[in-house]
């Protein structure tokens, strides 16, 4: 079954509003958890680290004020895209660590702004 | 340069077929190596992890050359099922995993 949750798998949004995405852990604990966003043909590309109870490490080229990251507990990270743009609509997926070096990812959310 | 850089593919390939992916990575610190499987739309599964030995599941086997920092995927007797897009991934550090562009598979009747 899966062990690393998304919500929503879906979101249609007008331009500027903004958008969170939640990942959860299901059954295990992570203190770490990774954000990434593929584009249509493309591979996956690490927008950043989620920590919790301190700051996300943001990839170079990724605006930390635009993409609001918080890892508020040991089994939740969020993602919240602010003021999204159609630029912005991609496939985002978030990972967790359950075993030392095992990576679960998420289902993914599709965001399209129009 | 790309720091996991793989065959582009497509690879177009019958039932049956013996096919190769290749993989190349720049990163010599590099820690673990992983085939991922992603299906059209879903998120990235992990197919196997790749060792310096080779390792082998089922018709699948995946070897690993750290001299020359390659990495390979061998998939025997395809099955329609294993039309997917291949991504090889590597682990630098502390879960810092980069992927690569992905290799698409398309196994044909």
């Known amino acids: 079954g899966a062990v690393v949750s998304q919500h929503p798998s879906w979101v249609i949004c007008k331009s500027g509003t903004s958008v969170k995405i939640e990942c959860r852990s299901l059954?295990?604990?992570?203190?770490?958890m990774f954000w990434y966003r593929q584009f249509p043909k493309q591979s996956l590309m690490l927008m950043a680290t989620?920590?919790?109870?301190?700051?996300?490490?943001?990839e170079q080229g990724v605006e930390k004020d635009k993409f609001l990251i918080n890892h508020a507990s040991l089994t939740l990270s969020t993602l919240t895209v602010t003021s999204a743009h159609p630029e912005d609509s991609s496939f985002y997926i978030c990972?967790?660590?359950?075993?030392?070096?095992?990576?679960?990812f998420g289902p993914g959310t599709r965001l399209l702004v129009l | 340069r790309k720091e996991v850089e793989q065959d582009p593919g497509p690879f177009n390939v019958p039932e049956g077929a013996t096919v190769a992916f290749n993989c190349t990575y720049s990163?010599?610190?590099?820690?673990?190596f992983f085939w991922y499987r992603q299906d059209c739309r879903k998120e990235p599964k992990l197919l196997m992890s790749?060792?310096?030995s080779g390792n082998e599941d089922g018709r699948f086997t995946a070897q690993l050359n750290r001299a020359s920092q390659y990495i390979s995927l061998l998939i025997r007797d395809s099955k329609l099922s294993d039309s997917a897009t291949y991504l090889c991934?590597?682990?630098?550090?502390?879960?810092?995993?980069?992927f690569g562009a992905g290799t698409r598979l398309t196994v044909k009747p």
């Open positions: 990163n010599s610190a590099s820690q673990s």
């Open positions: 990972s967790a660590p359950r075993d030392s070096l095992l990576q679960y």
């Open positions: 989620s920590n919790e109870g301190s700051k996300a490490t943001y």
């Open positions: 059954d295990f604990q992570a203190t770490t």
């Open positions: 790749v060792y310096s």
């Open positions: 991934v590597v682990n630098r550090r502390n879960n810092d995993m980069r």
